[in-house]
């Protein structure tokens, strides 16, 4: 999964304001203590982060 990608599917499920708010902001044990936006940064897939968000925001299966 591209970045570009990533970040659709983000405003896609919570509008583009919330989406980044939650990427810039919400912090995810599940990615080391780090938000979306800090483990992009670090290396890790976009597509791991965005499970981990579906995860913690439980996302129905069919929009993950």
């Not at 583009?16 to 670090?42: C, I, K, Q, Y």
Request: glycine residues 8%.
């Amino acid at each position: 999964m591209r970045i570009t990608v990533f970040r659709k599917l983000m405003a896609d499920e919570f509008g583009p304001v919330r989406g980044e708010m939650v990427a810039h902001d919400h912090v995810l044990s599940v990615l080391g203590g780090r938000t979306p936006d800090e483990a992009l940064e670090a290396g890790v897939s976009p597509k791991e982060i965005w499970l981990a968000v579906c995860d913690a925001f439980d996302v129905p299966e069919q929009r993950r």
